[in-house]
């Protein structure tokens, strides 16, 4: 649907409602697939939303009335049109309890207030999982009414699939992972899950009003345990929340649910660590499939802190038991060198970064994990060829005797001038428009000698020249980076 329909649609509804529209502008759009709007009018604004699923509205729509007759802070719901994609909803104004954590993050530490908004939305939490429960039919919910087995391995396989095997350099034996897997997904199964379950319970989905949390986004509810969605609040991997505070909010969480159970009834701390571990994969198979497939700048910038966290969990909690994953785990956490953040990632006007690369054309172009989509690829192929050379069979282009051979070859120079050239012309514009990322990649047959001479020369070149630049140096296939 185009956006003038859906402005449109609004338009309507908000004159349905008594309240006459004077601009509709667009609110940045997250993960989904849905599009939201802030809709001013003559009295107030409200938030108009298109959602072409049918389905996951309907579940929207249910558990909005229900939650609101349990007196949970969740928007009203004002006005739906007749195909049941758009509708109108409550503002609760642009401030999420994730703002609070920057500001804490900016600051150096979480400071009181923001800790007291994080209690006040465990202690809403509880009340989600425990009264949210009562009477609620799971039948009306989407896509599945209940957290089972089938959703534990969807969990591990999105993990797999768009974190791990788009990362050639993991190894691993498919059947005995998957027989793991199934192992893994019967011990989370055992956990009690006679409670609602959020699903997307992070701080992003938290909007403080007048200094109270109102909860968004939680259209993916169903029947569930309660260890999911509190993983889910205190190992948002971008909070970079303290282990320290993650006990305490932890333990204020558990004092909040006896006032309905003992947390030992449901074994509440043997099942914990697993929960864990499903998130942080899960959240890394859905930053694999926004970021390193749908090129989507934000989620590539969350993995480093994904992976962070990933290994110190793993450091602590080994999967000594599950030892094909705990095999994946560990190369998966190698990988963070190559997506260690940088300032020119998330600040807009940080200094530039150029990452130059050596690559095998047989293997593939390199990814650019900035989202911009990739940049500039140098075929070396047209070049002298020092693998044809017995003596340079164990060498690659940083060795100085293939150094020495290239560096012999008029090819050589002619090629580095006109890369100078063209790459130079760029980083010049790049720094007076104050853009934040460019990528210079050179590929060969095998990614061993031209395209890491080249690679390294232009690296040197850049640093020599542009003393201001950031500088990443990947050789791919000889997994080095600098």
């Known amino acids: ?74 928007p009203k719901l004002l006005a739906v049109n007749k195909e049941r994609t758009c509708y109108l909803q409550s503002d609760h104004g642009d401030t999420t309890l994730f703002g609070h954590v920057q500001h804490a993050l900016a600051a150096g530490k979480y400071d009181e207030q923001t800790v007291g908004l994080f209690k006040q939305t ?64 019967d011990v989370v199964c055992q956990a009690k899950n006679d409670f609602f379950m959020y699903r997307d319970f992070q701080s992003r989905n938290v909007m403080i009003d007048h200094d109270k949390p109102c909860f968004i986004d939680y259209q993916g509810g169903r029947r569930g345990p309660l260890q999911y969605d509190v993983v889910s609040l205190l190992y948002q991997v971008k909070a970079q929340m303290p282990q320290s505070l993650r006990d305490e909010l932890l333990g204020y969480y558990k004092q909040a649910l006896t006032a309905y159970l003992d947390p030992d009834s449901v074994d509440f701390d043997r099942y914990y660590p697993y929960f864990v571990y499903l998130r942080l994969l899960q959240v890394l198979g859905a930053y694999g499939f926004r970021g390193l497939i749908q090129k989507k700048a934000h989620f590539i910038e969350s993995i480093p802190y994904a992976l962070k966290e990933l290994k110190t969990w793993n450091e602590k909690h080994p999967l000594d038991a599950y030892p094909e994953l705990q095999s994946v785990i560990l190369q998966v956490v190698s990988l963070l060198n190559k997506f260690t953040p940088h300032s020119s990632l998330l600040t807009p006007h940080s200094p530039l970064t150029v990452t130059v690369n050596s690559f095998s054309f ?57 890369v100078k050239g063209i790459v130079g012309q760029s980083i010049d514009n790049y720094l007076e428009r104050h853009f934040s990322n460019l990528m210079v990649s050179f590929g060969c047959t095998g ?30 296939e000889q997994k080095i980076h600098e």
């Open 1 to 74: 649907m185009l956006d003038y329909d859906i402005q449109n649609d609004l338009s309507e509804l908000v004159r349905s409602i008594g309240m006459t529209p004077v601009d509709i502008l667009p609110i940045a759009e997250s993960g989904s697939s849905r599009k939201y709007y802030r809709v001013k009018t003559s009295e107030a604004s409200v938030i108009g939303t298109y959602n072409a699923n049918v389905e996951e509205n309907e579940a929207f729509f249910y558990l909005t009335e229900h939650f609101g007759k349990m007196h949970l802070p969740v």
């Open 122 to 185: 465990l202690e809403q939490l509880v009340r989600f999982q425990i009264e949210g429960h009562r009477g609620l039919d799971y039948s009306k919910v989407y896509p599945v009414p209940c957290f089972d087995k089938p959703s534990v391995m969807d969990d591990l396989d999105y993990f797999k699939y768009y974190f791990v095997k788009p990362h050639a350099e993991i190894v691993f034996n498919e059947t005995r992972l998957k027989a793991e897997f199934n192992a893994f997904a």
């Open 362 to 418: 047989k293997k593939g172009y390199p990814d650019d994990f900035s989202g911009n989509g990739g940049g500039f690829v140098f075929d070396c192929r047209a070049l002298p060829n020092p693998g044809r050379e017995p003596q340079f069979k164990t060498k690659t282009g940083r060795d100085w005797e293939v150094v020495e051979y290239l560096t012999e070859k008029p090819q050589t120079h002619v090629f580095l001038e006109h």
């Open 447 to 476: 990614g061993q000698h031209r395209s890491v001479f080249f690679a390294q020369s232009i690296a040197d070149w850049i640093k020599a020249t542009y003393p201001t630049v950031n500088v990443r140096l990947n050789h791919i």
